[in-house]
């Protein structure tokens, strides 16, 4: 936001503005989100043995942690905490992760540079 604040009121403020949030999200999606999902995860096999109850508790823990960043944070917890399991479920290597994450910032580098 501070960098779009110092672009003054130009027309294109308002997608520099929305670009720098889209950024902004983004970095805490991945870095926060996966701090606590990974903690999430390392408490719940911890706290029990069983299957269904670690999935309970570490889905807690993903909405805990997402609630302090109110309302907007605890649905991005809900939906990272679903797209983490289902991608659990699928045999997915790090090339694949790599090029997604590469299609996303290459997406936000276009983007910015319209």
Same mark, same amino acid.
């Given at each position: 936001?501070?960098?779009?604040?110092? #672009? +003054?009121?130009?027309? #294109?403020?308002? !997608? @520099?503005?929305? $670009?720098?949030?889209?950024?902004? @999200?983004?970095?805490?999606?991945?870095?926060?989100?996966? *701090?606590?999902? *990974?903690?999430? #995860?390392?408490?719940? &096999? &911890? %706290?029990?043995? /069983?299957?269904?109850?670690?999935?309970?508790?570490?889905?807690?823990?993903?909405? +805990?942690? +997402?609630?302090?960043?109110?309302?907007?944070?605890?649905?991005?917890? =809900?939906?990272?905490? !679903? %797209? #983490?399991?289902?991608? +659990?479920? $699928? &045999?997915?290597?790090?090339?694949?992760?790599? =090029?997604?994450?590469?299609?996303?910032?290459? %997406?936000?580098? !276009?983007? !910015?540079? /319209?």
């Amino acid at each position: 936001m501070i960098f779009s604040l110092l #672009d +003054g009121f130009e027309k #294109d403020r308002y !997608i @520099n503005l929305y $670009l720098n949030l889209y950024y902004l @999200n983004l970095m805490i999606a991945l870095t926060y989100g996966v *701090i606590v999902s *990974i903690f999430g #995860d390392w408490l719940s &096999k &911890k %706290v029990s043995k /069983r299957a269904y109850t670690r999935e309970i508790i570490s889905f807690l823990i993903h909405c +805990g942690f +997402g609630a302090v960043l109110l309302a907007s944070g605890l649905g991005s917890a =809900i939906l990272f905490f !679903i %797209v #983490d399991r289902l991608l +659990g479920r $699928l &045999k997915i290597g790090w090339l694949s992760v790599t =090029i997604a994450l590469f299609i996303v910032v290459l %997406v936000f580098i !276009i983007m !910015i540079n /319209r």
